[in-house]
């Protein structure tokens, strides 16, 4: 080799030197990984593998929604000659979204970034929607049930429907589900003519729940209408039976039905009797019995008893065979029963009350005819005997 040729391969060699120290200069990063997605936020995880000699004196990740333009920047700050792994947590993020990222590392000489990732935040609690029917506030006739309908919720898994009673201020049943279904048919026995509802409707997702309610009223059901009030609040002034009828007192009493007539394979039964204390205006009265989830009426009676002396009053009886479980929130309703309908639209033409469980408050109960003529004969015994100790202290 010629000293021309020697000079030339140095001159090279040192160019190819200076290119290989000027490239290892940068620092060298990576984008590893992310975890804790959450609908807001995520932790972002890179990786500073080299520092090019220098120190580095920032570290992070560029962010957006975009792979194209990463618009937002999170900083770990300096890190000096330091190597491994760094992270950072992002917040403020948007629901349902696709985020793009990749790592930096900052020194002297240069800026470097590791390869883009993607994440997408979960979606959040279902968006607004709205109830069409029943309309808010509106009279509606049941005879078929009472169809609710609503429009669809953004993000919504599912939907409940729960309805409320707010006349007896008891819940007719709660958190139905519909599935995606954005109607539900509430049958009849959910309602009572004259009373007032409350139509709740839930969508919902992992996220939580966006709730709608509507208030409505039953008018007509089953051919059964609530007299409408004039502008003196009674339907029919000419009508003293109507206009002065009152429900003075109501009260439930079980009996334990014994096996042969229980009929239910071992379930205990009770025989109740409802007693409906009126003043002598009412000539009808009906009854009706709630739990929880339905409604019925037990009968209409215009039979009555006077009970001798007691001219001022009527007592009307009803007589039913029930099952009693507590979950059940057994009550009774009586109304004064006017020109083939319940009358509900004035304070003392009905009377509601709850059912006490068989042997508590008024619903005292005999497990038997026995066991009646038992406490008889042990009052009448132990009236004896006080006689008996009375005499024998003289």
């Excluded at 349902?96 to 002297?108: D, K």
Aim: with cysteine; aromatic share 12%; proline share 4%.
């Amino acid at each position: 080799m010629n000293k021309v040729h020697l000079i030339l391969f140095c001159v090279t060699m040192g160019l190819m030197l200076f290119s290989a120290g000027a490239a290892a200069d940068n620092p060298s990063v990576s984008t590893t990984s992310f975890d804790g997605v959450t609908i807001s936020s995520c932790t972002l995880y890179g990786n500073l593998q080299k520092n090019g000699g220098y120190d580095v004196t920032d570290v992070g990740f560029l962010y957006g929604t975009s792979a194209s333009n990463l618009g937002y920047a999170v900083s770990e700050g300096f890190r000096g000659h330091s190597y491994g792994r760094y992270s950072s947590t992002i917040n403020g993020l948007e629901a349902g979204t696709t985020y793009y990222f990749r790592a930096y590392a900052v020194n002297e000489q240069g800026t470097s970034y590791g390869p883009i990732m993607s994440f997408t935040t979960p979606s959040g609690k279902p968006g607004p929607f709205n109830i069409s029917a029943p309309y808010q506030n509106h009279a509606v006739n049941a005879d078929n049930g009472v169809n609710a309908q609503w429009s669809s919720a953004p993000g919504a898994e599912g939907y409940r429907v729960t309805l409320r009673d707010m006349t007896m201020n008891i819940v007719c049943f709660a958190n139905r589900e519909t599935g995606s279904s954005t109607s539900y048919a509430i049958p009849q026995e959910n309602f009572i003519p004259g009373h007032e509802y409350s139509l709740s409707i839930c969508a919902y997702s992992d996220a939580g729940e966006t709730c709608q309610e509507q208030r409505f009223s039953i008018q007509q059901m089953s051919g059964v209408t609530v007299i409408p009030t004039n502008s003196t609040g009674l339907p029919n002034q000419n009508t003293n039976q109507y206009r002065n009828s009152r429900i003075l007192e109501l009260i439930a009493a079980g009996e334990e039905l014994p096996l042969q007539e229980n009929g239910t394979q071992g379930m205990p039964m009770y025989r109740y009797t409802f007693t409906v204390r009126t003043n002598t205006d009412v000539g009808q009265v009906c009854l009706f019995l709630h739990n929880g989830t339905s409604t019925r009426l037990a009968g209409v009676n215009s039979t009555y008893n006077t009970n001798g002396f007691l001219t001022q009053t009527r007592e009307f009886t009803f007589t039913q065979n029930l099952s009693y479980e507590e979950w059940q929130n057994l009550r009774a309703e009586a109304c004064v029963y006017y020109d083939g309908q319940p009358i509900r639209d004035r304070e003392g033409a009905y009377k509601e009350i709850p059912v006490p469980a068989p042997g508590e408050g008024n619903a005292q109960v005999f497990g038997s005819t026995n066991q009646f003529m038992e406490q008889i004969m042990s009052f009448v015994r132990n009236m004896f005997s006080w006689n008996f100790r009375g005499a024998s202290a003289e």
